[in-house]
């Protein structure tokens, strides 16, 4: 499975708020810049994310976006439903239907889905910086190039 590329800036930009140790907000620009995305489709990006209630943003001089919630409360799932709508598998229109194929992706569909309920921002935040070298205190942006996203890491989902 691969997510798409404003579901992967999504995933950075709010592993990059996690990681901030200040609580101040941090401008599009400074996101853009030290995740390697470009600024204007981040915007775009962070809008959504205010829209669902990920983000708050802050107008001004000194404004930018914040995390709406801990990040221990804010979920991949979430995230992912925010950007690209409802997780669900299912068989594409005119494809015919099988009922049994239709009860086995409905069962994969809601274990997928619990498995990114279970990774938490936190956990996306903790990952990328593992996995860089980077110190717990310093904020982190993954690459956009690689994996997709930070989450695609086999140690964060369980096997289904």
Excluded: W
Aim: aromatic content about 4%.
């Amino acid at each position: 499975m691969k997510l798409s590329r404003t579901v992967a800036y999504a995933l950075k930009a709010m592993a990059a708020l996690a990681s901030q140790t200040q609580e101040s907000p941090v401008c599009c620009k400074q996101l853009a810049e030290g995740g390697d995305m470009p600024e204007r489709f981040l915007l775009q990006i962070l809008r959504t994310l205010v829209t669902h209630g990920l983000l708050t943003s802050v107008r001004g001089v000194y404004g930018g976006y914040c995390l709406a919630r801990d990040p221990a409360d804010i979920t991949l799932l979430e995230i992912i439903e925010a950007i690209d709508g409802p997780f669900v598998l299912r068989l594409p229109d005119g494809a015919g239907k099988d009922s049994e194929l239709e009860r086995s992706l409905d069962t994969l569909s809601h274990r997928l889905r619990n498995s990114f309920a279970d990774v938490k921002l936190t956990d996306l935040a903790e990952e990328s910086k593992e996995g860089s070298g980077q110190s717990p205190r310093t904020p982190m942006l993954p690459s956009a190039q690689g994996p997709a996203t930070p989450a695609a890491s086999p140690s964060m989902l369980q096997p289904l």
